[in-house]
């Protein structure tokens, strides 16, 4: 048996259908086994907040060990602490397969809510958040009145919003757009330019619940740029690609959603377009946890490799082709954030790649996790681990002391900013941005 391996890591199918996956006393004794080998590794003592809580419990009771453990209320803890950014598989564990020890440590943590939900349990407050389509067609109409009701200075309703949805009253909510952008998309549609090194491409973009329902800018700024290097592009918004419900282990429902989502995109593919994802945790999905979970599906698997994300086809054209020319520099620099679910797509530093390209700008990088986690740094019940977390990168955003602060995940980088605030940064962007809203800036557009 090899000590550690230095092969490329690869998956096992989830078994999300066979009942032995939701044995809860198979699911602790994989964990028991599972958390002996990290006790005695440790190497991912600084990722997240899941280790360092099983380390320190594992130091503080009778026997020092794994068996020490309470398997019910301890084993909980560090469930509840993972946040899915798979960052200990592909970054840090050298026991992931093909290593004998076979270690998938958040596949393992996504099983166990998996079991808990079967027998069911759900947290009501989180359940909530992952209905995003709902969500934002609901609030879309009333957009003024919930925004209003959103900021952090709103006393009257903060506390309330807190009591009842457990949302901490701390926390820098996104706004919701009155029109989602699939609408505004409609109405404005940007010529394509026919001089661009790379005209001729097409692709269709898969808008994403986050910027439909709460950031359109992303989408127009992606549009506007795809068009002036030569891509003609339509938008399409089937439904969320289900990452929220995967956070809370309802893998079911993920499937659900992939079967709604894919003969959409399929349709255009089977039209030459490529498939584009404007963020990084849908990207993630399409590629890769979609076809873990359906793994007999040729259509998802199909689509998984025709998905790209919105920096990685940029910077693909930049290579290929070659950019459009009229990009200006961007004054005052860039801290550009790469997020956890992009660097969990095995592509590179496809958001930094993107920012080199744009002259004369200084751009400054960040590998470490911002802390948000999706609805983990929302909930008040672990809001405060994920300002934890994510104080090391806030810490170096504010040394930098850039102009501008990136992330190819928007709800990291509104995290980075809020948490910058909270360390006493006194240049703190008013806005964080996704790395192709830049170039767009970057080109005038």
């Given amino acids: 048996m090899r000590e550690g391996s230095l092969d490329a890591p690869i998956r096992h199918p989830i078994d999300w259908n066979n009942p032995e996956y939701y044995d809860l006393n198979k699911i602790e004794d994989e964990m028991e086994r599972v958390f002996d080998i990290c006790h005695g590794c440790r190497r991912c003592f600084n990722l997240c907040d899941s280790f360092p809580t099983l380390f320190d419990m594992i130091d503080e009771s009778e026997t020092e060990e794994v068996d020490g453990l309470d398997k019910g209320e301890d084993y909980r803890k560090v469930v509840d602490l993972c946040t899915l950014c798979d960052m200990c598989f592909l970054t840090k564990c050298p026991y992931v397969p093909p290593h004998e020890f076979d270690l998938d440590f ?5 099983r166990y809510r998996a079991a808990i939900r079967q027998q069911g349990e759900k947290n009501a407050d989180a359940e909530r958040l992952t209905h995003t389509d709902r969500n ?6 009333f957009a003024g009145i919930a925004n209003w009701a959103a900021k952090t200075d709103n006393k009257l309703t903060r ?7 457990g949302i901490d009253r701390r926390v820098d909510l996104p706004s919701f757009e009155s029109k989602p952008f699939t609408t505004q998309a409609k109405n404005n549609v940007p010529m394509v330019n026919t001089d661009a090194p790379a005209h001729g491409r097409k692709a269709v973009i898969y808008a994403t619940c986050f910027v439909n329902y709460q950031q359109a800018r992303t989408g127009t700024a992606a549009r506007k740029v795809l068009a ?3 891509v003609d592009t339509q938008v399409v918004y089937p439904g969320c690609c289900g990452m929220p419900k995967l956070e809370q282990g309802a893998v079911n429902e993920v499937a659900e959603q992939a079967l709604k989502v894919v003969p959409v995109l399929l349709e255009w593919v089977d039209k030459g377009y490529d498939v584009i994802s404007l963020t990084s945790s849908c990207s993630l999905m399409m590629k890769f946890e979609w076809p873990l979970i359906l793994p007999e599906n040729e259509q998802v698997k199909r689509l998984a490799q025709h998905v790209a994300d919105i920096d990685e086809y940029m910077v693909d054209i930049a290579k290929k082709e070659g950019l459009a020319e009229g990009m200006n520099a961007l004054d005052g620099g860039v801290t550009m954030h790469l997020s956890c679910h992009a660097r969990a797509q095995n592509m590179g530093q496809k958001g930094a790649e993107l920012l080199k390209y744009i002259p004369d700008t200084k751009i400054d990088v960040l590998e470490r996790c911002s802390g948000h986690g999706g609805t983990f740094g929302v909930l008040k019940e672990t809001f405060d681990a994920a300002v934890k977390v994510g104080k090391n990168t806030a810490r170096a955003a504010k040394r930098n002391d850039n102009e501008y602060v990136a992330s ?3 709800l990291a980088a509104k995290h980075i900013l809020q948490v910058m605030d909270m360390e006493g940064a006194e240049n703190i962007p008013d806005s964080a941005f996704h790395p192709i809203e830049l170039m767009a800036k970057a080109y005038g557009l």
């Fill in 106 to 110: 958040p596949h393992l943590m996504l």
């Fill in 136 to 141: 934002g067609k609901m609030a879309a109409p």
């Fill in 159 to 165: 506390p309330i919003m807190e009591s009842l949805a």
């Fill in 228 to 230: 002036h290097n030569g």
């Fill in 408 to 410: 190819e995940c928007p």
